[in-house]
């Protein structure tokens, strides 16, 4: 269950829907990675969403890469994931 974001935009995009706050070309992409965290129940949850540990001091955070078609990555949405719950949930956009 996603508990609290950092990102203002992936939560107005969370609870409000709108698919106007990013790009067209990833923003579904987005929606399903989040929709897929908020359904974890475990951490072997996340890895199968393609979640890998980012941080060797910080065991509990992850991260999802996104993609544009698959193929050529773009960003990544972050989360310390604990006790079955993602925290702190965050965008980080490739410029």
């Known amino acids: 269950m996603i508990v609290n974001f950092t990102s203002t ?56 890469t996104i993609t544009v078609n698959n193929v050529e990555p773009i960003g990544s949405i972050t989360c310390l994931y604990s006790n079955g719950n993602a925290h702190h949930v965050d965008l980080n956009e490739y410029s």
């Open 9 to 64: 935009r992936l939560e107005q995009l969370w609870v409000e829907g709108d698919v106007t706050l990013l790009p067209h070309i990833y923003v579904y992409e987005v929606v399903e990675i989040l929709t897929f965290l908020d359904a974890a129940e475990k951490v072997t949850d996340v890895e199968l969403l393609g979640g890998f540990k980012i941080d060797e001091y910080k065991p509990d955070h992850w991260a999802v």
